[in-house]
Every structure is written in structure tokens, then in C-alpha cells.
């Protein structure tokens, strides 16, 4: 494709400024297609179909691991929490032993 095809595409694209990411989309096929750029048109179509399939995974995986690190949290917390009771527990306990233990010694 010579610079001046090249230029000529780029102006078509432009004018008007597409409001959208799929209206360029768009624009740029057709005018790839119009211009007789068949084989380079699929070629767009199919890249620009596996970029958008790639951030949709890489969303969907951003989501995933912070559902996970939120859970991995509650988990932590739920742990501390448990710690915390099964220590106050034990000190409950030991209080009672040394309490017992004395009233039976006069």
C-alpha cells in the first residue's frame, strides 16, 4: 500500500471524527473493503475481534482475582476472629483453674 493510499484511508476515517470505538471500527472496514483491501480488511476485523476477546479476559481475570483476594481476606479475618475468641477463652479458663485451685487451699 503506497503512502498516498495510506493517507487517503486515514482522511476517510476522519472525516467525521467516529464517536465511537465501533463506529471507527466500522469506517475503517469499510473504507478498507471500498478501496479494494479485502484480504487486510479480515485481517482487521479479525485482530480487532481477539484484542477486544483479550480485554474482556483480562477484565473478567481482574474481577476474579479480586473476588478471590476479598474472600482470602473475610477468611483471614474470620480466622483472627476466631483466634482471638479461642485465646480469650483459654485465659477464661486458666482464671478458673488458679481460682479453683486457691478457694480449695485455705
Do not use: W
Not at 1 to 10: F, G, L, P, Q, R
Not at 45 to 66: I, P, T
Request: a positive charge.
Amino acid at each position: 500500500m503506497a503512502y498516498d493510499e495510506i493517507k487517503s484511508i486515514a482522511v476517510s476515517v476522519t472525516d467525521p471524527v467516529p464517536e465511537t470505538t465501533e463506529e471507527l471500527r466500522r469506517k475503517i472496514e469499510t473504507i478498507l473493503i471500498e478501496k479494494g483491501f479485502t484480504k487486510m480488511a479480515k485481517n482487521y476485523v479479525v485482530e480487532c475481534y481477539k484484542n477486544e476477546e483479550r480485554r474482556k479476559r483480562e477484565k473478567l481475570d481482574k474481577s476474579v482475582l479480586g473476588l478471590i483476594s476479598r474472600s482470602n481476606e473475610d477468611v483471614m479475618n474470620e480466622n483472627a476472629k476466631t483466634e482471638l475468641k479461642t485465646s480469650h477463652r483459654q485465659k477464661l479458663s486458666m482464671r478458673l483453674q488458679r481460682g479453683a485451685g486457691r478457694s480449695k487451699h485455705p
